[in-house]
């Protein structure tokens, strides 16, 4: 084919207008639209998939607003999917916008979706890096837009990027800035008389890199350009030589050339087929930025647009907008600052030898005279308004599958707008609209719908709120597809696909946590199948450190009976007896334990620990559990042969809930401490103590003789086994806040005082009181019980006097 280039490309002006563009440039798409108010051609073609013909009307409605992108999926495989973005800056969307202004017919004339999307599952195992890349998104491959790949040379099989080759062979070491000095600083003033000329010295660019790179490494393009030029011929046959064709400037040498029917038609033999379903979904100026999964792989949309959109003085107007988002954001920056910018930028542009100022002045400017030098504001500019936040819109008459249209009409319904821009939002499950959003957002989790995330709450640790961080995502729609197999609506689809995963379920941990999740989408008719599994997989699971994972989270679970209203009665009875056998297997499971196994069984008795505090403060039957787990812990803390750091844990935990008197635990502390115990015992044993930031270091801090005991024990480790305890000492103590190991270095530093030993310790450590002074102690009540609001006492009312 290579011969019959050239002389097609000398012919094409008495044929169709063939306008090569930049996917998503913006001196593409005013090109595109002049050469189109020149020509009034009577049909447009335009690179795309076939079946989206139908949708191309929705291109007029007043609601939709790009950025938007065509979704394909296969229907029995919503998952296998692929888009095709549009930006208001792509020459593809001002042809098709031209078209349904003009009422001239326009048609996608790319190789069908169907096609498509079987050939990715056909090649997806032996294509890798930006070959997998181009098939998830058809048109990506042709994109002349990404630069910074090495050079090809001819016969190689890599991928050539040819705006990378055009800028090196003009002696341009980054493409981007020659595409710009080339293309996007041609401003309407410097327009030739014939708007076609840019495409003609494009299309002749183009054939001489065929020529020397063939396919450029995009072998299915061969298949594609044929469907095209098949396609070419049929408008032909029907509208004449009259047409405009909009396509990456890639494939004009291959349309513009000399072949037969028969022997495109044979390219196209044999190509796997797979039913598909297309329609029109928003999508975002972040996901344009990016070259991966679905992406355009433009760096800077937001500046695009912006170069599309501003009428004239560009860089001016750029540097206001610049201006007036770090304003927003507090920091001073005056009309001085936009003048001094604009100035700079066109100071740079003639150093560097550039038409006009571009992206890259630009940045240097504001960096320079709005940022004083810092990139961190200058890393705001970059995220909201050189990538951007703007989320498309596409109308309601677009089709969607059931699932999605009730999503929408919940989102509308709850005032739950998506947002492309990430953000916090803060529930009360005590009000019923904060409560029927936290319901969505965890069915759309059950459903794979990863709208939103749990999120630390601010200001409360309780169960009547809820913090998530929520981000739409364009792939959304894609998981929302495949998610409409399992119901029409969200909450039979949630309903279908927990009970498909309680059953198939083969840990107890993950009936557990499904339960969790089940009570907190609120899903009563799922609830009875995930509990026979729970009760199931409980029945027929002996393994202790199972039965550990799995009981917090039903404990968890408890609680939402009175947040939500939900009868969690045999949710209740399942954790009691789980939480029993748990206190009859843990001693046996706690000896014998290398490190990772102790380390894990420390994290689950703290987790256990917790759980059977939440039992037996609301259910009936959990009454003496308390008591049987207080013993559990008495004897894991007096069993030599359980793990130092889980002896430590369990007294630790005694300790803490008041059954443990202060005598005991520096008793079992200097037994744990003592010589003939291993330094590697010993640290384990700290580390379970006083290990994490729950307390431990707040607890040295006010006992003396704890603190004395750990750093006697610590003074007379031999200095040959110092280095193989010392991971685990800075692993325990690395966790207190920075204040905390302050207070402890000080005390330490201070040295002991033995004229004030305490409670029997030798040494006691200086800087606490010798004793408990009731007198001043009883002074501090009063104004506590005001505080708290409890103060009726004569104290209080001497508090509130003074």
């Not at 009422?103 to 999307?117: C, I, K, M």
Request: glycine share 10%; hydrophobic share 45%.
């Amino acid at each position: 084919m290579t011969a019959a280039l050239r002389p097609a490309v000398r012919e094409r002006a008495g044929g169709p207008l063939l306008l090569g563009v930049r996917h998503h440039g913006p001196g593409s798409a005013r090109a595109v639209r002049a050469a189109l108010d020149c020509a009034q051609p009577r049909a447009v073609l335009i690179e795309g998939p076939p079946e989206g013909d139908a949708l191309l009307a929705l291109a007029a409605d007043e609601q939709m607003r790009p950025p938007v992108a065509l979704l394909a999926h296969a229907v029995d495989d919503p998952g296998r999917a692929a888009f095709w973005p549009l930006a208001e800056f792509s020459p593809e969307w001002v042809a098709i916008r031209w078209a349904l202004a003009h009422e001239v017919p326009v048609r996608f004339v790319d190789l069908p979706a169907a096609h498509s999307l079987a050939m990715t599952e056909q090649n997806e195992r032996t294509e890798q890096g930006e070959r997998t890349e181009q098939n998830e998104r058809p048109e990506q491959g042709e994109r002349t837009d990404q630069g910074g790949q090495p050079e090809s040379r001819p016969g190689d099989a890599q991928v050539v990027d040819p705006i990378g080759v055009l800028a090196r062979t003009a002696g341009y070491d980054d493409p981007e800035r020659w595409w710009e000095d080339v293309v996007e600083h041609r401003g309407t003033g410097d327009a030739p008389e014939d708007p076609r000329a840019p495409f003609e010295a494009l299309a002749e660019a183009m054939t001489a890199l065929r020529e020397a790179y063939g396919d450029g490494g995009h072998p299915r393009d061969a298949v594609r350009e044929a469907y095209m030029r098949i396609q070419l011929r049929t408008a032909r046959k029907e509208f004449g030589d009259d047409i405009a064709v909009v396509c990456g400037a890639w494939h004009v040498p291959a349309l513009a050339a000399r072949t037969t029917v028969s022997a495109d038609r044979a390219l196209l033999k044999g190509i796997p087929k797979v039913r598909t379903e297309l329609t029109w979904v928003p999508w975002t100026h972040r996901r344009l930025a990016r070259h991966s999964g679905y992406g355009a792989g433009i760096d800077s949309p937001g500046w695009y647009g912006h170069l599309f959109g501003a009428p004239d003085r560009p860089i001016e107007r750029w540097m206001t907008k610049v201006a007036g988002l770090l304003r927003d954001e507090d920091r001073f920056v005056s009309s001085a600052h936009v003048i001094e910018a604009v100035r700079l930028a066109g100071a740079l542009a003639a150093m560097r030898g550039r038409p006009l100022p571009g992206l890259a002045e630009a940045t240097d400017a504001v960096r320079a005279v709005m940022c004083e030098g810092s990139d961190v504001p200058l890393a705001l500019v970059h995220d909201r308004l050189v990538v951007g936040e703007t989320l498309g819109e596409v109308p309601d008459s677009a089709p969607a599958v059931p699932l999605q249209r009730d999503l929408t009409r919940l989102q509308r319904t709850l005032r739950l707008k998506p947002e492309a821009q990430e953000r916090d939002v803060d529930l009360d499950l005590r009000k019923e609209t904060d409560a029927a959003r936290s319901r969505l957002l965890h069915r759309l989790g059950l459903l794979g719908v990863g709208w939103g995330d749990p999120a630390a709450g601010r200001g409360s640790t309780g169960t009547f709120r809820e913090s998530w961080r929520l981000r739409w995502e364009p792939e959304l729609f894609v998981r929302i597809a495949e998610a409409g197999v399992w119901g029409t609506t969200v909450l039979s689809a949630a309903t279908a696909r927990t009970e498909s995963d309680a059953v198939s379920a083969t840990a107890l941990a993950d009936v557990t946590a499904l339960a969790e999740r089940c009570l907190l989408a609120d899903l009563p008719d799922a609830l009875p199948v995930v509990m026979k599994a729970l009760a199931d997989r409980a029945a027929l699971d002996a393994d202790v450190g199972h039965l550990a994972d799995a009981l917090p989270a039903l404990a968890r679970s408890l609680r939402y009976g009175d947040v939500r209203s939900t009868d969690t009665a045999a949710l209740g009875e399942v954790a009691v007896g789980l939480a029993e056998r748990i206190c009859v297997g843990l001693p046996p499971a706690c000896t014998g334990l290398d490190a990772d196994g102790a380390a894990q069984l420390h994290r689950q008795v703290d987790g256990v620990h917790t759980a059977i505090g939440l039992l037996a403060g609301g259910a009936v039957s959990a009454q003496g559990l308390r008591e049987r787990w207080a013993g559990v812990l008495h004897r894991l803390s007096a069993r030599d042969t359980v793990a130092g750091v889980i002896r430590g844990r369990a007294t630790r935990l005694l300790l803490d809930d008041g059954r443990l008197a202060e005598d005991d635990a520096a008793r079992l502390m200097g037994l744990a401490l003592s010589p003939g115990t291993p330094p590697a015992d010993a640290a384990a044993w700290i580390e379970g103590f006083v290990g994490g930031a729950a307390g431990g270091g707040m607890l040295l801090v006010h006992d003396e003789r704890l603190l004395g005991l750990v750093d006697a024990w610590l003074t007379g480790v031999p200095a040959e086994m110092f280095t193989d305890v010392l991971p685990l000492l800075r692993r325990t103590f690395s966790a207190y806040d920075p204040g905390v190991r302050r207070t402890l270095g000080e005390l330490v530093r201070r040295g002991p005082d033995p004229g004030r030993a305490h409670g029997g310790a030798e040494a006691a450590v200086p800087g606490f009181g010798a004793g408990l002074d009731a007198e001043r102690a009883d002074a501090v009540v009063p104004v506590l019980q005001l505080l708290l609001g409890t103060g009726t006492g004569p104290g209080a009312e001497r508090a509130a006097a003074g």
